[in-house]
């Protein structure tokens, strides 16, 4: 009885590998990973193309190729077995992923990925190549209509006035009064020595008016040193 319930067992494996083998013979399974390949990289020049801020990583890039390659590997692995897809998730469940996110649009880039491969390895060919074209012009009409940016325009500026006078005070003022739609003391800073003050403004420009101008007036004024203009947190990536 024993014997006849092991080769029964014997035979069900070999029923699932033929199975299996027909589900994806070896031209279908080169062809997935290549177009997952090929959807990977299409994906890791769009990240390069489109990235912006300080976070770039080549690392992350080659990353988004070998996940989508993998992962149609893994498609391809689990097939229409639903014993083997969760003995594989037991099996991955032992990796730990540590690597933190630095940018959350890099988590965009992931999910692609993963979709890409789960697409090529399902041999879901139209949907992978029309669904990454098509992701590929949002992402590409996002980045050159610079989408959700704030206007460039608030900024802080901190300069040093050697003698605070009333006369010196109107000099930038009048400035500030032809250049800023609105400006707000932040901070002033009396050196050591009591013979000049550091001030921060925090600006926003009229519209149509040139930060560099605003500097450059300021800069020929004989009473101010030492001007800086510091971006805004909300208009950079840090």
């Known amino acids: ?44 020049l769009v990240y390069k193309k489109t990235h912006k801020g300080l976070s770039y990583s080549q690392s992350f890039v080659l990353t988004n190729i070998f996940v989508a390659v993998i992962v149609a590997m893994v498609i391809m692995v689990i ?25 959350t649009k890099d988590t965009a880039y992931i999910f692609w990925s993963l ?3 789960m697409a090529a390895g399902t041999g879901s ?3 992978a190549a029309s669904g990454t074209t098509i992701i590929t012009m949002i992402a590409l009409v996002l980045n050159y209509t610079n989408y959700g940016s704030i206007f460039k325009s608030e900024f802080i500026i901190q300069f040093r006035s050697q003698n605070e006078k009333d006369q010196d005070k109107k000099d930038y003022q009048k400035i500030f009064t032809n250049f800023c739609k609105t400006s707000t003391l932040l901070n002033a800073e009396a050196s050591s020595d009591n013979a000049s003050l550091k001030l921060s403004f925090d600006i926003v420009l009229k519209e149509g008016k040139s930060y560099e101008d605003f500097i450059k007036e300021l ?15 909300n208009d950079v990536d840090y």
């Open 1 to 44: 009885m024993e014997n006849n319930s092991n080769s029964s067992l014997l035979d069900n494996n070999i029923i699932n590998s033929i199975k299996f083998a027909e589900i994806y013979n070896p031209e279908e399974v080169i062809l997935n990973l290549l177009i997952a390949f090929f959807l990977g990289f299409i994906i890791s």
């Open 219 to 233: 800069s020929n004024l004989q009473s101010l040193s030492e001007v800086v203009a510091v971006a805004a947190k």
């Open 79 to 103: 097939g229409n077995n639903l014993a083997r897809a969760f003995a594989l998730v037991g099996a991955l469940s032992i990796i730990r992923f540590r690597t933190v996110v630095k940018d």
């Open 115 to 117: 979709a890409a491969g």
């Open 125 to 127: 060919y139209f949907l």
